[in-house]
């Protein structure tokens, strides 16, 4: 899994601790993500574009249900992952 799957997935469970499973089918909703395993935490990108676009679109599905503070989590959860990476690769949602 590449660290930009491994960001979304972070961010989902981090929204399913508090939302519960809402979390999973919001971020079903989200063009290009699949759900594998819900119960494994298993997802995946479909897109072979530009993954950092539906990093975008998955922090602002959750954004547009619950507001700031979701986004804010999602910046929490993908932290230790995106300091490893360069400023031009974090997807502009994280930053």
């Not at 929204?15 to 995946?44: F, H």
């Not at 599905?61 to 992952?81: H, I, M, N, T």
């Amino acid at each position: 899994m590449d660290i930009l799957s491994q960001i979304a997935s972070r961010i989902i469970r981090e929204q399913e601790l508090i939302i519960g499973p809402l979390a999973w089918s919001e971020a079903g909703k989200v063009k290009d993500i699949r759900i594998v395993d819900q119960k494994t935490g298993e997802m995946a990108i479909e897109n072979t574009g530009d993954h950092k676009l539906v990093i975008d679109a998955l922090v602002a599905q959750y954004e547009r249900l619950f507001g700031r503070a979701s986004r804010e989590v999602c910046k929490e959860a993908a932290a230790p992952l995106v300091a490893d990476l360069k400023p031009e690769e974090v997807p502009e949602s994280l930053r």
